[in-house]
């Protein structure tokens, strides 16, 4: 079970104070403050994957009408348009992996965290089931998506706790997408995949069209805690926002913030709708999505509040390589 970390008060630096301000409004006065200050155009910048269902929802549900005449979602394929994106400026409000916008703070690029979006939406999943958990995937070969990003860092840390040898122990191959690992399980060129939802969701189905039967073998989530002893959860992704934005448009993003956590509330409470929202823009079938999102964890934890589960995993995948989120932890600014 997914447990949500309780705030924590921290000192805050000059920066931190100036956008706590505007957050420090909550309520009917701050939404209405966003709306006399609407934007032409808002966009969002999202990967294709469970985080994006809840934007979807909130403009498809016109939940974000008040702070822009037109408000767009954009997807990123892969991890290298992310980071681009963002030190590009390109990409102002944007879901990335927590991990990646930790690093790009700590090098003094510009962007901050507004939320966390998921408590974990990973999985294993195979032909056969894995005896043992993830200590059974020895002597697999195991794929998975994108090189140098947050689940590689969690599979890293798990083999390392587990003693499985990269090339010995676990053969593990990387694909260029969640979708290329589903295709590689399915042709049987590998022997297990991990995967983000949807990806492993449409795995099961896209399994029982071709008459094979896919488990969901780990849940990662569960597989973490109870390797690391935490039970924070996995709070791989979350809304980032450059400074720049939020220098000018600090209302925006707290009502933004307030309108996400109703929207992910209600893709929670009706999967039906939320996927039918999302389906066309994140190319996938609507009873995959809608299958997926009991899966997927979706919340939208403000950052401050979420700061405890996401230190616990930036202690625990940077052991090896701090350089993976900067070389430190992220100061107090960080977390909005």
């Known amino acids: 079970m997914i447990h949500r970390p309780a705030s924590t008060r921290s000192p805050l630096g000059r920066r931190a104070f100036v956008a706590g301000t505007a957050w420090s409004l909550a309520a009917p006065g701050l939404i209405r403050s966003a709306a006399a200050r609407r934007l032409d155009e808002l966009v969002l910048f999202g990967p294709p994957a469970g985080p ?5 929802h909130a403009i498809a549900s016109r939940r974000l009408a008040t702070l822009a005449d037109k408000v767009t979602l954009k997807l990123w394929r892969n991890p290298d348009e992310m980071r681009a994106g963002l030190t590009s400026r390109t990409m102002d409000v944007l879901i990335a992996p927590t991990p990646t916008v930790a690093n790009l703070y700590n090098r003094g690029l510009g962007v901050r965290l507004v939320n966390v979006m998921t408590d974990g939406l990973l999985y294993v999943v195979a032909p056969d089931p894995v005896p043992g958990g993830f200590p059974g995937l020895a002597g697999r070969r195991l794929a998975m998506p994108f090189r140098n990003d947050a689940p590689e860092f969690v599979l890293n840390r798990l083999m390392a706790i587990h003693r499985l040898i990269p090339g010995e122990t676990l053969t593990v191959e990387t694909t260029g997408s969640p979708i290329e690992a589903m295709q590689l399980l399915l042709a049987g060129r590998i022997d297990a995949a991990m995967v983000p939802e ?14 094979r039967t896919v488990h969901r ?3 990662v989530q569960d597989a973490w805690a109870a390797a690391t002893g935490s039970r924070l959860g996995l709070p791989l992704a979350g809304l980032a926002v450059t400074d720049r934005f939020l220098a000018e448009n600090e209302a925006v993003i707290a009502a933004l913030q307030d309108m996400l956590a109703a929207a992910s509330a209600a893709v929670n409470a009706n999967p039906a709708r939320a996927a039918n929202d999302a389906a066309a823009v994140l190319g996938l079938p609507w009873p995959i999505l809608k299958d997926s999102i009991p899966y997927s964890n979706l919340v939208a934890t403000k950052a401050s509040a979420a700061r405890p589960a996401l230190e616990a995993l930036f202690t625990t995948i940077s052991q090896a390589d701090p350089a993976i989120i900067g070389g430190r932890l992220p100061d107090p600014s960080f977390y909005l």
């Not at 492993?200 to 069209?209: H, I, K, P, Q, Y």
Request: zero cysteines; aromatic letters at 4%; proline letters at 5%.
């Open 217 to 219: 073998a780990i849940d």
């Open 198 to 211: 949807p990806a492993a969701t449409a795995a099961v189905f896209r399994g029982a069209l071709a008459g």
């Open 52 to 56: 994006s269902i809840t934007l979807a």
